[in-house]
């Protein structure tokens, strides 16, 4: 019973309490307030006490704990998504501390537009570039991709210099040489909006520099806070597309070419040609890297993020399927915020539990959903916010 098992936790309203020196900083926690929460920790008794009292937090598959998830060296990356609002954020911030305090050197980074990262680790986590969160014991870095940012600077260079700017601007992603392959297509118009997609193709070009740049060599540990299932659904096919659109392209031009020949002498075209070309190879060489990465069950795993409600899982079930359809590795669901059992006699929480009860069930039962190995998450009775509250969770969740 959560009342006794520590005096720090009461059973409120049937939820999990955070303990005291914890609430005691949230409670006056402003948004993004850097270096807040550097030296607090959780006294070990009242986080070992929660986790006790916590409902049990894993069934399914055996050896599909945190120690499977934390062994060796070798990177792995992490990618937690579902429906909006369900807990992705809190769950990656609060694996991503937990692998931190595991000794890995640990990325989390988000891929949602709408970010909440900063929220979460109330700290500003914001500019689009590595951050330093404090508090972790191993070094870990917060990203969030800003993609209004880049859409922003999109727009601008396209207006400032007649689309020639645009280029610029995809160089700095990796995707110039679509743009030199449009421009001399005479696509221009498509370098003038924003193409539908562009949140993903940023965020693509973020793991091309994780599988590439020195910069992001050191960590072992990646996690991805994705954002709602539509995009994030979008990302993972983005790499199938742009290989098929590359693929277009290169045949577009060589036909163009061949129908050119004749008229072309000037010396140089044809290297010329060959360059653009083998640009291109190099591009789509890149994106079938990224696409394997997001395939590799060596390497990756999509964690599906669900609460106990028949439309959460519905739409974890439709995830889920999509995601063996593009071939993403799944093998864990976490069900978040589950009302703990209580002595209380509080009739809403007792509706409310037998509610959870039957959702839990339609999970277990649930073609597309009862093979994955289900992580029940407590609710907990204040926000998860700053790392000690993070700690917490993970402690709870990540056993
Ligand atoms: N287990 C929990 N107990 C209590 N509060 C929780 C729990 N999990 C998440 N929350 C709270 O629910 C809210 C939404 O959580 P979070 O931002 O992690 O969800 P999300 O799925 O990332 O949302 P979005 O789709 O908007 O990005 C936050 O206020 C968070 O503190």
Same mark, same amino acid.
């Given at each position: 019973?959560?009342?006794?098992?520590?005096?720090?936790?009461?059973? @409120?309203?049937?939820?999990?309490?955070?303990?005291?020196?914890?609430?005691?900083? =949230? %409670?006056? &926690?402003?948004?993004?307030?850097?270096?807040?929460? @550097?030296?607090?920790?959780?006294?070990?008794?009242?986080?070992?006490?929660?986790?006790?009292?916590?409902?049990?937090?894993?069934?399914?598959?055996?050896?599909?704990?945190?120690?499977?998830?934390?062994?060796?060296?070798?990177?792995?990356?992490?990618?937690?998504?579902?429906?909006?609002? *369900? !807990?992705?954020?809190?769950?990656?911030?609060? =694996?991503?501390?937990?692998?931190?305090?595991?000794?890995?050197?640990?990325?989390? *980074?988000?891929?949602?537009? @709408?970010?909440?990262?900063?929220?979460?680790? #109330?700290?500003?986590?914001?500019?689009? @570039?590595? *951050?330093?969160?404090?508090?972790?014991?191993?070094?870990?870095?917060?990203?969030?991709?800003?993609?209004?940012?880049?859409?922003?600077?999109?727009?601008?260079?396209?207006?400032?210099?007649?689309?020639?700017? *645009?280029?610029?601007?995809?160089?700095?992603?990796?995707?110039?040489?679509?743009?030199?392959?449009? !421009?001399? &297509?005479?696509?221009? +118009?498509?370098?003038?909006?924003?193409?539908?997609?562009?949140?993903?193709?940023?965020?693509?070009?973020? %793991?091309?520099?994780?599988?590439?740049?020195?910069?992001?060599?050191?960590?072992?540990?990646?996690?991805?806070?994705?954002?709602?299932?539509?995009?994030?659904?979008?990302?993972?096919?983005?790499?199938?597309? =742009?290989?098929?659109?590359?693929?277009?392209?290169?045949? =577009?031009?060589?036909?163009?070419?061949?129908?050119?020949?004749?008229?072309?002498?000037?010396?140089?075209?044809?290297?010329?040609?060959?360059?653009? #070309?083998?640009?291109?190879?190099?591009?789509?060489?890149?994106?079938?890297?990224?696409?394997?990465?997001?395939?590799?069950?060596?390497?990756?795993?999509?964690?599906?993020?669900?609460?106990?409600? %028949?439309? #959460?899982?519905?739409?974890?079930?439709?995830?889920?399927?999509?995601?063996?359809?593009?071939?993403?590795?799944?093998?864990?669901?976490?069900?978040?915020?589950?009302?703990?059992?209580?002595?209380?006699?509080?009739?809403?929480?007792?509706?409310?539990?037998?509610?959870?009860?039957?959702?839990?069930?339609?999970?277990?039962?649930?073609? +597309?959903?009862?093979?994955?190995?289900?992580?029940?998450?407590?609710?907990?009775?204040?926000?998860?916010?700053?790392?000690?509250?993070?700690?917490?969770?993970?402690?709870?969740?990540?056993?």
């Amino acid at each position: 019973m959560l009342a006794t098992a520590a005096p720090r936790l009461r059973a @409120a309203a049937g939820g999990l309490s955070l303990p005291a020196p914890v609430r005691a900083q =949230l %409670v006056s &926690l402003p948004l993004r307030r850097p270096g807040r929460y @550097a030296s607090l920790r959780l006294r070990p008794s009242a986080a070992a006490a929660a986790a006790e009292a916590a409902p049990p937090a894993k069934e399914g598959a055996e050896g599909m704990g945190f120690e499977e998830m934390t062994a060796g060296t070798r990177r792995r990356y992490y990618m937690l998504g579902g429906k909006g609002g *369900v !807990g992705k954020t809190s769950c990656a911030a609060s =694996l991503a501390v937990r692998f931190a305090n595991n000794g890995h050197p640990t990325l989390v *980074v988000s891929t949602d537009p @709408a970010h909440s990262l900063s929220d979460s680790f #109330a700290q500003d986590l914001s500019g689009g @570039a590595l *951050v330093p969160v404090e508090g972790p014991e191993s070094p870990l870095f917060a990203l969030e991709i800003n993609p209004e940012k880049a859409r922003e600077e999109f727009r601008t260079a396209s207006q400032k210099n007649g689309g020639t700017g *645009v280029k610029d601007f995809m160089d700095s992603m990796g995707l110039g040489v679509l743009v030199e392959q449009l !421009g001399e &297509l005479k696509l221009g +118009e498509l370098l003038d909006t924003p193409p539908p997609g562009l949140d993903e193709a940023i965020a693509i070009s973020k %793991v091309m520099q994780f599988l590439e740049a020195q910069e992001y060599s050191m960590f072992s540990r990646i996690v991805f806070d994705t954002a709602p299932t539509g995009h994030t659904l979008r990302l993972l096919s983005l790499p199938d597309f =742009l290989d098929a659109s590359i693929g277009k392209i290169l045949k =577009l031009r060589s036909k163009i070419a061949s129908a050119t020949s004749a008229i072309k002498s000037v010396f140089g075209q044809e290297v010329q040609q060959q360059d653009a #070309a083998n640009k291109l190879e190099q591009l789509r060489e890149r994106m079938v890297k990224v696409r394997e990465l997001f395939r590799d069950t060596e390497s990756t795993e999509f964690i599906i993020v669900t609460i106990p409600t %028949v439309m #959460a899982i519905s739409e974890s079930a439709r995830l889920h399927s999509s995601l063996k359809k593009e071939s993403v590795p799944v093998r864990r669901l976490i069900v978040n915020q589950i009302l703990p059992p209580s002595s209380s006699d509080c009739k809403f929480c007792a509706i409310k539990r037998k509610d959870q009860t039957r959702a839990l069930d339609m999970i277990r039962n649930d073609p +597309e959903l009862m093979g994955l190995n289900i992580i029940q998450a407590p609710l907990v009775d204040m926000e998860i916010r700053g790392v000690p509250a993070l700690k917490f969770l993970g402690d709870i969740v990540w056993k």
